[in-house]
Nanobody
């Protein structure tokens, strides 16, 4: 069983930055961040493979967000810069077997952390 615990969410003004963390237990998986805004479906944000050598981003966050991982600490990070009000959502990390943008690929999910960007 894998447990994922996110932290680092909060309220920030547009143009600001936040760093989210996801601490994982168990073995190494492909890790991803998803987000869900009120009234909208959960959407893919970014993923990173097991070694950290391959990363993939949604077009909406490219050049602004960076995903990274520290396997020694079993932790994945999401550095979010130049935040926009439309980035407001609950952000969740997820662990899965394959590098895939689909929600169904991921077997384990954290509880989520709220990110609110004010204009």
């Amino acid at each position: 069983q894998v447990q994922l615990v996110e932290s680092g969410g909060g309220l920030v003004q547009a143009g600001g930055s936040l760093r989210l963390s996801c601490a994982a237990s168990g073995r190494t998986y492909v890790m991803a961040w998803f987000r869900q805004a009120p009234g909208k479906e959960r959407e893919f944000v970014a993923l990173i493979n097991r070694s950290g050598g391959s990363r993939y981003y949604a077009d909406s966050v490219k050049e602004r967000f960076t995903i990274s991982r520290d396997n020694a600490k079993n932790t994945v990070y999401l550095q979010m810069n130049s935040l926009k009000p439309e980035d407001t959502a609950v952000y969740s990390c997820a662990a899965g077997t394959f590098s895939d943008v689909r929600v169904g690929n991921y077997d384990y999910w954290g509880q989520g952390t709220q990110v609110t960007v004010s204009s």
